[in-house]
């Protein structure tokens, strides 16, 4: 009975940084599957704005000159007709993408090839794996609401507080009660729709993939979106668990302007 076994290894990575050397490294190492050469090694590149496109089948190229500086994606494919084994590598300049291996076939070869290249794209990670993660388990996206609402709470009551310190007749009225309930159910509003947007920001400032050397990419233009959030949520909390000291010091400053 004749069959034909076909061994198939996959693998996704987040959080790498790779240079021009890298990529090089990348695809000289799946062009070196057959060393009789009867295989075919494709590279696809596209630009950042996606109006260009190159192809080539020499790994040197990343390293020339023509090698575009502002990345949108790259796939380096290969396939070795004789020796039945394809090899796949993809990535992109998008939060939305993970990088994709795939090592398909029935040569000895597979596992070998599937394990150096997966071995050699580990070695290039960077900081923020976790926290990319985080961002897709709802119990960590939760937590962050949580915060975000705590945060936005923190933000209303030291206005309030404030205020009042400032104008006593104010505590108490109602445009304090009417202002509170305006505050409790931006606060709510906040807290249910805060999960989408901080998945967002967290993968869009810490994006699968970032590029480095002579090339750039489109992200991470969240970063700055990032720090924004976090000072956003922990500075507030900060401020109100010392409001006290804040108050006394509104205190102060009305005392000696009056």
Not at 135 to 143: C, P
Not at 155 to 181: C, E, K, M, N, Y
Not at 214 to 235: D, E, H, Q, T, W
Request: with cysteine; glycine share 6%.
């Amino acid at each position: 009975m004749a069959f034909e076994r076909i061994k198939s290894l996959k693998a996704t990575f987040v959080r790498i940084g790779l240079n021009q050397n890298d990529l090089a490294t990348l695809a000289q190492k799946i062009d070196e599957v057959g060393a009789d050469r009867q295989g075919k090694l494709n590279i696809k590149i596209k630009s950042a704005d996606e109006e260009d496109t190159y192809q080539t089948d020499d790994p040197g190229f990343f390293c020339s000159r023509k090698m575009p500086a502002r990345i949108g994606s790259i796939k380096i494919s290969y396939r070795h007709y004789k020796e039945s084994i394809e090899c796949s590598l993809s990535f992109g300049d998008s939060w939305r993408k993970d990088i994709e291996l795939s090592v398909e076939g029935t040569d000895s070869q597979v596992t070998e090839l599937f394990h150096d290249l997966k071995k050699e794209i580990e070695n290039k990670r960077i900081w923020g794996k976790f926290l990319f993660l985080a961002a897709e388990k709802l119990q960590y996206l939760l937590i962050g609401a949580v915060l975000v609402a705590a945060g936005t709470y923190s933000i209303f009551d030291i206005v309030l507080d404030s205020w009042a310190a400032l104008h006593p007749d104010f505590r108490g009225s109602t445009a304090h009660l009417v202002i509170g309930s305006i505050c409790w159910a931006i606060v709510l509003v906040g807290t249910m729709t805060s999960p989408i947007w901080i998945e967002q920001a967290v993968k869009k400032s810490l994006p699968p993939i970032e590029f480095s050397g002579n090339l750039s990419g489109n992200l991470p233009k969240g970063r700055k979106l990032f720090v924004a959030l976090a000072m956003f949520v922990f500075i507030p909390i900060l401020v109100n668990v010392f409001s006290e000291w804040i108050l006394d010091l509104f205190k102060f400053w009305a005392s000696i302007n009056t």
